[in-house]
């Protein structure tokens, strides 16, 4: 029968022989104290080394990365949207500037984040280099041989067999190696060791980290990103001076960076849910365009979903919005038309694309007294109207009953000052309303073909019909594809740290005073865990089935192994 065994406190000396048997079960660094007296510039380097290269820092490093980000996500960025980040300052005269000190505008491009995100990597590789060489190295030895005294192992079990100490081994080896355990031979004890992909996959979770840290930095430094309105008909060139908006990464240069292409946008085509909960939710939603690659490139026609981009030499074009174009023809006092059959994008303000914009006249219009004057009128489209008495929003986003209601203002719209305005807003500052009869200001709901006549002769405005636009995004992420695949490898590498145990499996087999061969086993694995106690009971058994127990005398019969592994006391875990 099997004895198994509870051991007693070791000895100083078993206790090293223990330390040998389980060590390089990790390929942490050891850490040591430094020595104090002897520091000097040279340790004190070593020392600050050791510490940024520490599993530890790399982690709150990670943290801290993590935290400076929810910034980024809260506070608008300059780079993003000026506009949202003037009315900020303009609104907090106290967090304004605080902000702008710790650089709180332009978060990822601050001093402190890349200090942050460089010392990462820096900590990153300084620890992954020296892993890395004691993992090859591992790899390529052998696992060590048993201690002493097995007994004092984790998992534990012996037992007495008729086999020859030479036969149990080998038939050990066989064993072992069938269960994908390296194993040989050394002494008196056949040593098996299984479990590298667990330090393979820490390895490979840091690598992935730094793959995926190059590759952020690669992306926000080379990429771009623009919008650009487009009404039906109309064309865009990828040129910087296209764009209504455009940012980009601090090495990026558009003037030789940017794709060569250009597309126009031929027709936009959505339908949308009539009726149920759902109603008014977009069925088809795409825009047919026709496109070329280069300046002579061949023409192709192409539709862009949602999600479903259109794709050029690493630029992707992606459909982002869709509203209308109200088009109207205005006439001076003196009957001159002033904007001919034009169209002016409105943008959506709810799912219905009730929109709102502005229609300026700059040049061309004079008024009653022959003046020149321009015109400005605040604009409110409804793509179907719900009827007189009806509060002034869209009750369906296709066009059914279009509905457009103007405003009317007279003076200097501000365009000519020498900078940027918003095209939908009207900047009041010098502009006087038109009265009606009552002394209010002028509007009038036009439905298509309505027209509505300015006070005291100024001219009129005709409602000639709508026009759809599209809004498309253009956008370049380099490294896109490394971050993807560092983030899979991440996990793979996360999930094998986690789940699979390295541990060491130790069958001595000797013959004993009586003659009879002693067969002990016994596993070590590098944090306490079930599985290596289970694990050696299947093995233990499994072996016992090639030499099992010596009877004691003619009447007995072979019992099999008692392969309860209890734990020893005092044992390293």
């Known amino acids: 029968m099997s004895d198994t065994t509870t051991g007693t406190t070791p000895t100083a000396a078993e206790d090293q022989d223990l330390g040998a048997a389980g060590s390089q079960l990790s390929t942490a660094p050891r850490e040591e104290a430094p020595n104090l007296p002897s520091l000097g510039l040279v340790g004190w380097v070593r020392w600050f080394w050791r510490q940024l290269t520490s599993m530890r820092v790399a982690l709150l490093l990670l943290l801290l990365l993590s935290l400076g980000a929810i910034p980024g996500s809260l506070i608008p960025q300059s780079g993003v949207d000026e506009m949202k980040v003037a009315e900020f300052r303009d609104r907090h005269d106290v967090l304004g500037p605080l902000y702008d000190k710790l650089g709180l505008f332009h978060v990822y491009s601050s001093v402190w984040f890349s200090a942050i995100y460089i010392l990462l990597f820096v900590s990153l590789i300084g620890c992954i280099v020296p892993r890395t060489w004691q993992f090859v190295g591992q790899l390529r030895s052998r696992p060590p041989g048993a201690p002493r005294r097995l007994d004092r192992l984790p998992a534990y079990t012996t037992w007495r067999t008729g086999a020859e100490p ?60 623009g919008n650009k309105l487009i009404l039906e008909g109309d064309g865009f060139s990828n040129t910087l001076t296209q764009y209504d908006d455009f940012k980009s990464g601090n090495l990026f240069d558009p003037d030789h960076d940017l794709t060569p292409f250009s597309f126009s946008l031929k027709d936009f085509h959505g339908t949308y849910e009539a009726s149920g909960p759902n109603r008014g939710t977009p069925r088809v939603y795409e825009a047919e365009v026709s496109y070329s690659e280069g300046a002579y490139g061949k023409e192709r026609t192409t539709t862009i979903k949602v999600n479903e981009p259109l794709e050029i030499d690493g630029s992707k074009v992606y459909l982002t919005a869709h509203g209308y174009a109200p088009i109207v023809t205005i006439k001076d006092a003196k009957g001159n038309v002033v904007m001919d059959h034009e169209a002016t994008a409105l943008l959506p303000l709810d799912s219905n694309v009730t929109s709102s914009g502005a229609v300026m006249v700059r040049d061309g219009y004079r008024n009653a007294e022959g003046k020149k004057e321009q015109l400005g009128f605040n604009a409110f489209f409804l793509p179907t109207y719900g009827g007189e008495g009806s509060t002034m929003l869209s009750t369906f986003p296709a066009l059914i009953n279009p509905m457009l209601a103007l405003s009317a203002y007279h003076g200097d719209l501000g365009v000519d000052a020498g900078f940027a305005k ?70 793979l590498g996360l999930a094998g740290s986690l789940f699979i145990q390295r541990r060491r499996v130790w069958v001595r087999a000797v013959q004993g005073p009586d003659g009879v061969t002693v067969v002990e086993m016994a596993g070590l694995g590098r944090s306490e865990s079930a599985k290596v106690p289970e694990e050696l009971g299947d093995l233990a058994a499994a072996l016992y089935e090639r030499a099992p127990d010596a009877p004691k005398n003619d009447d007995d019969t072979p019992d099999s192994p008692d392969t309860h592994v209890v734990p020893a006391e005092g044992a390293e875990k």
Not at 200 to 208: D, K, P, Q, T, V
Not at 439 to 462: E, I, Y
């Open 166 to 225: 030479e036969q149990v081994r080998a038939a050990a080896l066989q064993l072992l190696g069938g269960r994908r355990f390296r194993a040989h031979t050394v002494g008196d004890a056949v040593a098996a060791e299984k479990g590298y992909v667990r330090e393979a996959g820490n390895l490979l979770f840091h690598i992935a980290l730094i793959v995926m840290l190059i590759a952020f930095g690669w992306g926000q430094l080379f990429k771009y990103e």
């Open 422 to 491: 918003s095209i939908y807003q009207l900047d009041k500052t010098n502009l006087e309303e038109f009265k009606d009869s009552d002394g209010k200001l002028f509007k009038k709901q036009l439905k298509v073909g309505d027209t509505m006549t300015l006070p005291n002769g100024a001219g009129t405005v005709t409602f000639d019909g709508v026009q759809e636009w599209a809004n498309f995004q253009v956008t370049e992420q380099p490294a896109s594809g490394w971050a993807l695949a560092g983030s899979v490898a991440a996990i």
